[in-house]
């Protein structure tokens, strides 16, 4: 079955030559995608000062810009989550890369905050079509095997947001380093094309009903499993502090970072950046457990966190560097145990559209809280609003990890567990 054919959702062509991928194939090839797309999403972080200084842009302007994405993210995984249920997951995935890299030429192309916006919209969009579609698609090829799934589709999130901008340093060293590493990786991010327009896909799960297909796809409510109610919630708050450091340290952190460390230059800022994001892609290959562990990384998150102004205020590189190392550590253990109950409580058949909600929450908090740090930054400046920020989050990891602790701790002794 073609593209074309998928993207009409019209029936399978059984006899269509493709590539009948093994299971280990596909899953690498879903891993591979959103993989890739974050990565290209996330390319700019160490260059944002520069692009602020080259545009003439302010702290505001910048978390702007950088919040544009992630509204976007959120507006799609609501308006085209569900959608490779009903045009196939290869389909979703052919439409995201290709606007991932119609983002790429934007952004690279900007000369305005307007461009800049669009093209970190475009990008926001075919994350959000990825999203759900490589998280089902795992699902699928692991119908056993739930919480490798949803293992794999954290580590693959989580490593390529992280992968970003240590990638976008390295490329920030080529001439031009506001246009060519994005003119280049747009080229990488095409190639993934390839592999996808050969392989022979899978049929959708729920083809739409003809002769009005294109009703299936129309926007829905994000919706919440009853059978998860209680784990989707405890998943979404946890995403959204978890993902308030991340947009933190994706947006405003290397200029915040480059008064501790000096000069030393975009990779090593990028690294800097990537830091907590990497060590949370890490402990996803790690099997820590136990009943308690929930607690315990929000309480590391929270610490990791509450140091970074510490080390800004000594000028302490080392404990940075440990301070980002425990929140991503602590922010990993949390939120895989959380997430893996969500996405084993769901059916199959629910699974691209739960998680998507999921990640409406979670994505906010990469967008809300971080537009207002830009604002308190304007009126601030960077340190006092970076400070009040780390109280903020710190206060609401050590209060979520009470409540959690007080539910396990109700579970062990028979009781009812309170409600969050």
Not at 14 to 25: I, M
Not at 46 to 67: H, K
Not at 391 to 397: D, G, Q, R, W, Y
């Amino acid at each position: 079955m073609s593209v074309i054919s998928e993207l009409r959702m019209r029936p399978a062509d059984a006899h269509r030559w493709g590539w009948d991928a093994s299971t280990k194939a596909r899953l690498v090839l879903a891993v591979v995608v959103i993989s890739a797309l974050l990565i290209g999403a996330n390319l700019a972080t160490p260059l944002y000062a520069l692009i602020q200084t080259d545009l003439g842009l302010s702290a505001f302007d910048t978390t702007v810009a950088f919040s544009a994405y992630v509204f976007t993210l959120v507006g799609g995984l609501m308006m085209v989550g569900h959608w490779s249920d009903h045009i196939g997951r290869r389909a979703a995935l052919v439409l995201a890369v290709l606007t991932g890299v119609a983002g790429l030429a934007v952004f690279g192309l900007a000369t305005s905050l307007p461009v800049l916006v669009l093209g970190r919209c475009l990008q926001g969009a075919a994350v959000a079509l990825a999203t759900g579609a490589s998280a089902a698609a795992l699902r699928d090829l692991l119908p056993h095997r739930p919480e490798w799934a949803s293992r794999f589709t954290l580590l693959a999130s989580a490593g390529g947001v992280a992968a970003g901008p240590v990638i976008g340093g390295l490329l920030s060293l080529l001439p031009d380093p506001t246009t060519l590493p994005f003119a280049l990786y747009g080229g990488v991010l095409a190639m993934v094309l390839l592999p996808l327009l050969v392989l022979k896909a899978r049929p959708a799960i729920k083809p739409a009903v003809q002769p009005r297909p294109l009703t299936a796809l129309r926007p829905r409510r994000p919706t919440i499993s009853r059978a998860a109610a209680r784990s989707f919630w405890t998943a979404s708050i946890i995403g959204f502090l978890s993902f308030s450091v991340f947009g933190f340290t994706l947006s405003l952190a290397p200029t915040y970072f480059t008064d501790i460390t000096g000069e030393v230059g975009r990779p090593v800022i990028g690294l800097l950046a990537a830091l907590v994001l990497a060590s949370s892609a890490f402990s996803q290959l790690l099997s820590l457990r136990g009943r308690f562990l929930v607690p315990a990384g929000l309480m590391l998150m929270g610490c990791g966190v509450a140091g970074i102004p510490v080390a800004h205020l000594a000028g302490s590189l080392p404990l940075l560097v440990v301070c980002c190392l425990a929140a991503g550590v602590g922010q990993g253990a949390a939120f895989r145990v959380v997430f893996n109950k969500v996405a084993m409580q769901v059916e199959p058949s629910q699974h691209a559209q739960i998680i998507s909600t999921v990640y409406v929450i979670t994505y906010l908090g990469s967008a809300v809280p971080v537009l207002g740090l830009g604002a308190l930054a304007t009126a601030w400046g960077l340190d006092a609003a970076v400070a009040a920020f780390s109280a903020a989050i710190t206060v609401a990891c050590l209060v979520m990890a009470a409540l959690v602790a007080r539910r396990a701790v109700s579970r062990s002794l028979g009781r009812r567990p309170p409600a969050l």
